[in-house]
């Protein structure tokens, strides 16, 4: 049996870590054969909630699950913690703005920065809380001694999003489906660019012939399937996002297989695609599977895409701009 790791999980008793904790605690993410130890960081009004979160913990006897550490302490929380999966953040209240949602946000996510550097010396922190490419910009540059290349912000639920639109349209299994790519921002404006995915290895343009569906309805449908989802449930959508997150964590711990590649925010060194340096974006990546991982390089990108990823990048330009003053 592998000696314990500590993973750490925010806004732990908020309900998209409740469809996120379990499944880490039962072995699924980190292995059959990885004890683990939870730190699972609140804030102090949800404390009483987490610990009821703890006590189901306890009676679900999860045999890897080592030891439980429950916070409202970011330092705490973060100490020697291999893995740091960063799901709370401040929601869009009424009559709030983006720039103030950024700004609120930020300010948590400059003290998380800090309090990471009490981490192992292997970290990988993943940012899911929105809005998840600037948050993980703020954070990656506030922990000084931590590799930016450790930090990555979730895109893997547009993703997945967008391999269930297109083996949806094809009618076929999901598994067919590959080379999908999130350009960009979690956000409206991302391009989810079918132009160099594939079906059963076949490119979708060729599997799929309705060219006015790919420019419109999947691009739409992909990039405001949160909104529709919480239209129809009234809740937001939780357990797919936690599924993603599992997903992104899986796909970081194992090679990625062979032709294929994931979406992934990373900070942008400014020599791939034109995009420039400084922001967290969406790009298409490969993991080595030893905890590194590359942009894919060499995609043509059209004008269509260039398009839509121009205005995705303005975006998150805009919004580093909104924090600049965070950025340590």
Partial sequence: MKSPIRVAITGAAGQLAYSLIFRVASGEVFGADQPLHLNLLEIPPAMKALHG????????????LRGMTLTDKAEEAFNGISWGLLVGSKPRGPGMERKDLLTENGKIFV???????????????????????????IALKNARSIPAERFH????????????????????????????????????????????????????????????????????????????????????????????????????????????????????????????EGIVSSFPVRSNGKGGWEIVQGLEISEFARRKIDASVKELQEERAVIADLLG
Wanted: hydrophobic letters at 40%; glycine letters at 10%.
């Fill in 153 to 276: 912000a979730m895109t893997r639920l547009d993703h997945n999003r967008a391999r269930a639109q297109l083996a949806g349209k094809a009618g076929v299994g999901i598994d067919k489906v590959t080379n999908v790519t999130i350009w960009g921002n979690h956000s409206a404006t991302q391009f989810p660019d079918f132009l160099h995915a594939k079906i059963g290895g076949q490119p979708v343009t060729d599997v799929i012939s309705e060219r006015a569906w790919l420019e419109g309805d999947f691009i739409t449908t992909v990039q405001k399937r949160g909104a529709a989802i919480i239209e129809a449930r009234g809740l937001s959508s939780a357990a797919s996002a936690a599924n993603a997150a599992i997903d992104h964590v899986k796909s970081m711990l194992a090679a990625t297989p062979k032709g294929d590649w994931i979406s992934s925010g990373v900070l942008s060194n400014g020599k791939s695609y034109g995009i420039p």
């Fill in 53 to 64: 979160v703890g006590m189901e913990l306890d009676d679900c006897s999860y045999p890897l």
């Fill in 111 to 137: 003290g998380q920065g800090k309090a990471l550097e009490r981490a192992a010396p292997e970290l990988r922190v993943l940012v899911v809380g929105n809005p998840a490419n600037t948050n993980c910009l």
